[in-house]
Nanobody, 126 residues
């Protein structure tokens, strides 16, 4: 059974950028649809971005559209999330997830995913 490991979180000023990465440990996730979610203090975990198995299709939450970019590097078996023009309201713990399916498409529901990482903290100061 594999795990997902997030990295790249930290403290950044509003308007700055961060690049999160999600890498597997123990198995390959290069053929699975992947997603990024986040959870702010006192709030429920919410969808951020998702990418299909091939990387040809992506989906974004309206709140991050135009600022965040999800991609995948199947050779390196990683799924980066590039976050630009960060806002204080982007402050949260960010989680990556993988869905165990051979189907194409993207998935925006937490319940669709089978594997989760432990999360990485992103803090945006005003």
């Amino acid at each position: 059974q594999g795990q997902l490991v997030e990295s790249g979180g930290g403290l950044v000023q509003a308007g700055g950028s961060l690049r999160l990465s999600c890498a597997p440990s123990g198995r390959t996730f290069s053929s699975l649809p992947m997603g990024w979610f986040r959870q702010a203090p006192g709030k429920e975990r919410e969808f951020v971005a998702a990418i299909s198995r091939s990387g040809a299709t992506t989906s974004y939450a309206d709140s991050v559209k135009g600022r965040f970019t999800i991609s995948r590097d199947n050779a390196k078996n990683t799924v980066p999330l590039q976050m630009n023009s960060l806002k204080p309201e982007d402050t949260a713990v960010y989680y990556c997830a993988a869905k165990n399916t051979i189907n194409s498409g993207t998935y925006t529901s937490m319940k669709a995913y089978d594997y989760w990482g432990q999360g990485t903290q992103v803090t945006v100061s005003s």
